[in-house]
């Protein structure tokens, strides 16, 4: 993809109209209230705005729209509250400790709800400063809920009137990390590659992956009207999002070892045009994710897929006229012709109105991959102990707030003291991790923009020109802000220090100086407090983590083995057991990348979690493997070989399932017809059959040799699980 081909996917992407949306929205009720004088009444309404912007995160409609609106109302008793009890401190204090913690326990209830109890507590923060002392109680809390209601008015209306540009963008969002795997994967058939760090990049970009797959998912599965919608576009959606799971899944798909082939095939022509390929593949997917994104037609294919697959067909024979038997370059060139086709369907979509791919409609089991949020009390009931991390958390961000509220009356600058408090609630989260990345992010942005904002204040005395660089820097604020969180501060930073030398009496300098050392003192509490206040260590929760992904292997395998011996499994089935190992896998990477993060001291067992990490990769991607043979064949012969591989892979797997805490394994399907047919290779009459037949029986080999190793991984473990809970005996009987 060229320069003018990413400016203008950025252009046409869900960021950029997020923070489109989202600056027009604040700006808009201060440029009115200028007309009548009244700067203050636009500055507090552009105030509700940015709380309600919160909550507005990529979703379901009906979801969006009712937390907004339950915002909107939070919104307006809390700034009431909140102003009413402002010459009250102790009495503030207190229901600041309050307000906070059960802001951060509504985590229990999904990302949504926590995103709620963000502007809960925003709410009362924002609120707890005389700035706008002309102003009542009553008339702050009103003019702010206005600003909040005029938000989701507008945020909705958008949404109304183009109901699938979300979906498209999101979509497309999707592509092009699911092309960048493909790229990074590429790699792994370049000898001179690390593979290691290939492995490690593998990871990341799944994570990411799986991240973007929810939301589309949400965002499809939820929209009957889109679901059911016969135009072009609303079935295109539906389908490309179909197709391009599949494509996932066909990448994801290994029935070899790579390092082997490096060795074995490294130097040879074929090697070299698989890697060209999939970097083709890589570049056409971005290519569709920015006419998808720009919602224009590709005129036609970046290249002629046809042509590439024959140089490979080609290179692979050679290698069979010099009496090599490449069967593995063969198997990764069908996969190869599969990615290629689904690429086909994909752009027939563009051009033909008409077109349907021969596929299951995904409306025939869109209730079963509804999200489904659980909001009982009962729930929330059962996390008030301090087993639960949530729980934790709330009591930590309770006890710091009440600290950082405590300092703001000690440190010599106080004017925007609520600064401080501010900080503390964006960067404190339930993981140190989290925290500290969060932290050194808003800490370079907060330094590097500020910096940046008072040289322009220097430099540019002009209002107007002033004015223009502040929109500019606003809009790029909340376009990044989600999503790169340093960049985004950055220009938050400069944007607030412009904005503040049109209605603010206080110097420049004096401001970025407060800003500083309330981001510095706010930053500080909030990092520290995650190491000695009721710490939360992915140690604690790495066991769950770990039995989930085997439970989800478990149940996808099974179907797999289930479908080889030639026993019913609905196509319903089967996906939703591929997007819970596809959860599960991406959930692992993420607690294996927060717990490098953590001091070296509680990082315990992560080189075996690596390991896990690793080797669930490699199951997933054997797994895959039986798939595509299963797909090619329909149905395939069983040996007796295979049904007893079978049988052990499923029993080890329930004893690891076992290792990491009680499950009652007897809810798992265990039911498997068999007919056990001894295979005679020399019966078999081709040659591909019996390949397969082959590539079966070691695709199983290997199932089963990453199960013994799960168990070897497990087995220390559960040796560190003892020691765990000796501590967390001593820390409990220390804080009694």
């Known amino acids: 993809m060229n320069i003018k081909n ?26 009115v209230a200028v007309i009548f004088g009244e700067l203050y009444i636009g500055v507090t309404i552009s105030l509700g705005a940015v709380l309600a912007h919160m909550t507005d995160t990529p979703g379901p409609f009906k979801e969006r729209r009712n937390f907004l609106w339950l915002s909107v109302i939070l919104i307006f008793f809390i700034s009431y509250f909140t102003k009413l009890i402002n010459d009250l401190p102790i009495f503030l204090g207190i229901s600041l400790v309050v307000i906070v913690f059960f802001s951060n326990i509504l985590a229990v209830w999904g990302q949504r709800a926590s995103a709620l109890g963000m502007v809960v507590m925003m709410s009362m923060v ?14 702050v809390a009103f003019y702010i809920t206005v600003g909040a209601a005029w938000y989701s008015i507008f945020s909705l209306s958008i949404s109304t009137f183009r109901p699938y540009r979300l979906a498209q963008q999101n979509l497309a969002d999707t592509m092009i990390h699911i092309s960048e ?11 001179d590659s690390n593979y290691d760090d290939i492995i490690k990049k593998l990871i990341d970009e799944h994570v990411v992956i799986n991240e973007k797959q929810n939301i589309v998912r949400e965002l499809v599965f939820t929209n009957k009207r889109l679901v059911k919608d016969q135009t072009p576009i609303g079935r295109s959606i539906v389908f490309i999002f179909s197709d391009l799971v599949d494509i996932f899944e066909n990448v994801t798909a290994t029935q070899y070892d790579h390092q082997r082939i490096r060795e074995d095939y490294g130097d040879t022509k074929a090697i070299r045009k698989i890697y060209n390929m999939m970097n083709k593949i890589a570049h056409e997917l971005k290519m569709i994710a920015y006419h998808i994104n720009s919602d224009k037609k590709p005129k036609k294919p970046t290249f002629d897929f046809e042509v590439e697959l024959k140089k490979i067909d080609d290179a692979i024979k050679e290698l069979y006229a010099e009496g090599k038997k490449p069967l593995v370059l063969t198997k990764i060139f ?10 086909e369907f994909i752009h027939k979509f563009f051009y033909d109105d008409s077109f349907t791919e021969k596929k299951k409609n995904p409306l025939d089991h869109v209730k079963q991959f509804e999200p489904t949020v659980n909001y009982s009390w009962r729930r929330m009931k059962d996390h008030f102990n301090l087993k639960s991390s949530f729980f934790r958390h709330a009591l930590r961000s309770s006890i710091v707030m009440l600290l950082a509220y405590g300092v703001t009356f000690i440190i010599p600058m106080t004017y925007h003291s609520y600064w401080i408090l501010m900080t503390v609630v964006v960067i404190l989260k339930p993981g140190f991790s989290v925290t500290k990345n969060r932290n050194y992010q808003r800490l370079k942005g907060t330094i590097s923009g500020g ?8 430099v540019i005395p002009q209002h107007s020109i002033r004015f223009v660089i502040m929109l500019v820097f606003m809009l790029l604020a909340y376009t990044f802000i989600r999503q790169k969180y340093a960049v985004g501060t950055f220009f938050l930073t400069a944007y607030i ?18 800003r500083f050392i309330d981001t510095l003192v706010g930053g500080f509490m909030a990092f520290i407090s995650c190491y000695i206040i009721f710490p939360t260590w992915e140690k604690n929760s790495m066991n769950d983590y770990i039995q989930k992904a085997l439970i989800a292997d478990y149940e996808f395998i099974f179907l797999i083995f289930k479908k080889l011996a030639d026993n ?40 075996e979690l690596n390991k896990f990490t690793i080797f669930n990769q490699s199951f997933v991607s054997y797994s895959f493997g039986l798939v595509k043979i299963l797909k090619k064949n329909n149905s395939v012969i069983l040996t007796s070989e295979h049904i007893r591989l079978i049988k052990k892979t499923l029993q080890l797997l329930l004893q690891n399932i076992r290792l990491y805490g009680p499950y009652e394994t007897e809810n798992l399907l265990k039911t498997i017809d068999f007919t056990e047919t001894t295979v005679i290779f020399s019966a078999i009459e081709t040659e591909e059959l019996q390949n397969d037949s082959e590539l079966i029986e070691d695709l199983l080999e290997y199932l089963y040799e990453i199960t013994t190793d799960f168990t070897k991984v497990g087995n220390v473990f559960v040796k560190q699980e003892i020691v765990i809970q000796k501590e967390e005996e001593k820390e409990q009987e220390a804080v009694a």
């Open 126 to 139: 924002m609120n707890m400063s005389n700035l706008k002392a002309e102003f009542s109680s009553f008339e």
């Open 568 to 607: 019913e499994v609905s196509t319903t089935d089967y996906k939703i057991a591929r997007k819970d190992i596809f959860i599960a896998m991406a959930n692992i990477n993420s607690v294996f990348q927060r717990i490098i993060s953590e001091p070296k001291d509680k990082q315990h067992h992560a080189k």
């Open 451 to 458: 910096l940046v904002g008072l040289l322009i204040l220097l």
């Open 181 to 191: 795997y493909i790229r990074i994967k590429a790699s792994m058939f370049d000898k």
């Open 497 to 514: 220090l412009i904005a503040f030398s049109f209605y603010s009496l206080k110097d420049s300098i004096y401001i970025i100086q407060e």
């Open 6 to 31: 990413q400016i203008e996917n950025f252009i046409y992407g869900e960021a950029l109209a997020d923070g489109l949306k989202t600056s027009l929205a604040i700006i808009i009720p201060p440029l």
């Open 334 to 343: 069908i996969n190869l012709k599969q990615i290629v086709y689904k690429i």
